[in-house]
């Protein structure tokens, strides 16, 4: 082996010249150091926050420190549960208040204020659930030009209500102060609009979006409503992410991209969404099915470990966030009631969009048609470049033939498949013996674990397969640069072949293999019309140059889909392992941002050092990662998410005597870890067992499950021996049979809480004829139990429903059916009993508790 002693490379002992194995960690460190110094600024930039002092000086913008302090005022009315008097009462009063405030600034000479208090009631299918309510409230405000003759409004939408425990600040009380900041600065605007905005605060979001039906449903504002803008949250600040659009009206892309001041959104998080992938739902849902509004779902999604907690408080939300927000808001709000489109509902596109923000600074948007036309382009002419690049190494290399060139370029490419295979599984067996272990979350709070946990592995499995084949079998015939060059046109192959095959099948988010195609086939095109192709190393300075660009982006967009991801494991569930999706996330994000790059690695000398240096690092960080810095929670910051009933439960039997009561705690786990952390403390825990046995014995396994309810059978029961104060009363009016002599209807009265449940199971071959519910659900496509959610707001009359059953032999002398009744005191008007309250004081301070006493009680018919 010899060595140029002044210069930079190093002839191994096979005549192939490298680079000193000791640049390798800076030459990786650099993009870690880009990662740093680019993304995480741009992801994190805000703008300065307008100030009620700085007005005067910037008429026409959105004021922060305005909407800060009714944010302010917001939260201390405190948490806000439908059918509460802080929702139905305090913050319904706080609402008008402020929109009295506004009229009072009206250029009543160019507008019209309009505002109503609507109380509907009605009920949907959602889920396999009907969901009903009854006097649940919205305040709705149209704001009008009085010389315009449009009947088109612009619906801007969000919600007031909020969870149990929670003030709501972040989840949705920002969108309610952005609302009323965007209709105040309409208001008092010199510049008249064409068409109408309609503002709705609605009231009960959370439970199971039913504000939104009811007023897409019975208001009559709402069938004039032509396009929404719905305001959510997934956490408390960041910036305003756009993760849904249309349906089939591109032209609201085309908007945003021309108006919106802060872009960020992707058809990547639009397709994740719509996927189901993430655990929530947004009324955007209820605009598009039941009223046909198209429109853009928007929500902040930074921090979402305090959403749906009593952390999601002012003080974490800052007023660069509410200014990000509104800008965006006030500017598409003024966009929009000036288009054109906006009255022209017959001239709907079929298509959807592409779009994504570049690190904020500008928006990309175009058709999907116009998508499938440049996606086959570049990915035929990424085909092109390959085959003239071998091409053309074959003529510059001695005794050896196209044909010799396209088998070794054939070889590289199985390896290189091989090599993303492992990217995407070693993560992913991280995940699995994390999880074997009891030690899954370790990245919940200390999130830069992740690094050595899954992105080392995945850029080991990406490089092994070419550095064992370029180290254990070296070829004689093709200069290491030609072979390296052959190992990033693979990944050009694969990307190529993967945007075709995409664009096949409808998928949008093929526009990240466009860019790494663009950009790689950039340096390829310079290289081969240079002559740097063919001159060592150096065609590989175009091609580091190009992949800045592209690197930068990929980590922007996974970084950003890691924000949301990273508080979501949390609260996930125990039935799935969450770091599945962590791994799956980095092992992507890795193929995308260091696909070509990572290959440079057997640029250096000795590649399987450096390979077994970041081995090194994964097993250093797996240490770090079982130690006390791996516990996922902290206190207020990165809460553990504990969620149970306080429930007392009773069940009659054919003749209505008592068969079986008890009391507990029903626990709903939210992670992986399910109550296990909580065994180290002073948590009386004895006792606990699986609801699985009482699946058998009772309705809906005697599980006083809340609005969804599906994950009862691995719920947990904790019984107490102390009764749960509180009740709800099933009355049965009347029992009547049919004149068919095969169907007995029953008819009743159920009084109680804001919130019931209602279940309903027929008995051997009996069957549900008919209800006072939704038909839909007696169909086929449904198997009992059904289940109903009822809520009120304002009017809390009994609930009267019937129930008709029928057999086909006509014997109707016994049980017909099981029916079980759950009501939920959820509001902290209810009183937790002196019990519940020890049990809430001895759990450790980095839990948050969402709990409520609730009361089921099983009947048989």
Known sequence: MREKINGELKEDSDGRRRLPWYYAPSFLLLWLALFFAIVIPLYNRLPERVTIAEEPSKRGEFVAGRAEKQLHDFERIGPKVVGSRANEVETVEFLLAEVEKIKMELRSDLYELEVEVQSPSG??????????????????????TKESQSESYLLINSHFDSKPGSPGSGDDGVMVVVMLEVLRQMATSETPFQHGIIFLFNGAEENALQGAHGFITQHKWAPNCRALINLESGGSGGRDLLFQSGPNTPWLMKYYRQHAKHPFATTLAEETWQAGIIPSDTDFRIFRDFGNVPGLDIAQANNGYVYHTAFDTFKVIPGGSIQNTGNNILALARAYVNASELSETEKTDDSHAVFFDF?????????????????????????????????????????????????????????????????ICLPLLMAVLFDAGDRSLTYFTSNWLVFGLYVCPAIIGLVLPLTL????????????????????????????????ILTAIGTRSQYLCLISLIFYGGAVLIN?????????????????????????????????????????TGRNGISSNPDLIIALLCGICTYFALGFVAQFINVFRWPKLILLGLGVVTFIFCMIAVS???????????????????????????????????????????DRRSLSPLKDFNVNLTGLTSMEPDCDKYVMCGAPCFNFCGGRRRAGWLPREVSIP????????????????????????????????????????????????????????????????ISYGIDDSPLKFFVELAK??????????????????????????????EFLSDLPNYVHAMEWPAIFKGYIF
Not at 388 to 409: H, T
Not at 758 to 783: C, H, M, N
Request: proline share 4%; hydrophobic share 45%; with cysteine.
């Open 123 to 144: 009920g949907f299918l959602i889920a396999g659930m009907w969901n009903m309510y009854q006097g649940i409230q919205n305040v709705i405000v149209k704001l009008s």
């Open 359 to 423: 690190l904020g600074l500008f928006f990309v948007y175009y058709t999907e048609s116009t998508g499938i036309i440049l996606n086959s382009v570049i990915g035929v002419l990424s085909l092109v470049l390959v085959g003239c690049s071998l091409w053309r190494m074959s003529r510059q290399s001695e005794k050896v033939s196209i044909g010799q060139i396209l088998i070794q370029f054939l070889i590289i490419l199985g390896l290189h498949v091989v090599g993303l295979l492992l990217s």
């Open 469 to 500: 084949y370029f180290t254990l079998l070296p070829n004689d015939k093709l200069s290491h640069p030609y072979l390296i060059q052959m190992s990033l046109h693979a990944e050009f192959v694969v990307l190529a072949l993967l945007i075709l």
């Open 528 to 568: 081969l019309i240079s002559t740097l192709h063919d001159r060592g190393y150096y065609w590989s300075i175009s091609v580091v140059s190009f992949q800045v660009i592209p690197f930068c982006y990929f980590s922007y967009l996974f970084y950003m889909l890691l924000v949301v991801f990273f508080p979501i």
């Open 628 to 670: 006390e810095v791996g516990f996922p929670y902290r206190p207020k910051t990165n809460v553990m998410r504990v969620n149970f009933m306080q429930t007392k439960r009773i069940f009659y039997d054919y003749d209505g005597a008592v068969t079986h009561s008890d009391s507990g705690y029903y626990f709903i786990y939210q």
């Open 726 to 789: 509180g009740d709800i009363t099933l009355e049965l009016l009347e029992k009547s049979v049919l004149p068919d002599g095969k169907t007995t209807r029953f008819e009743f009265k159920l009084t109680g809480p804001p919130q019931m449940n209602v279940f309903i199971q027929p008995v051997g071959v009996a069957k549900v004829r008919d209800w006072s519910f939704d038909r839909k659900l007696l169909e086929d496509t449904y198997e009992p139990p059904y289940v109903a959610y």
């Open 808 to 837: 086909s032999d006509g014997d109707l002398s016994g049980p017909l059916m099981e029916l079980g009744v759950v009501g939920h005191f959820i509001s902290y008007e209810f009183e937790r009993d002196a019990h519940a309250k």
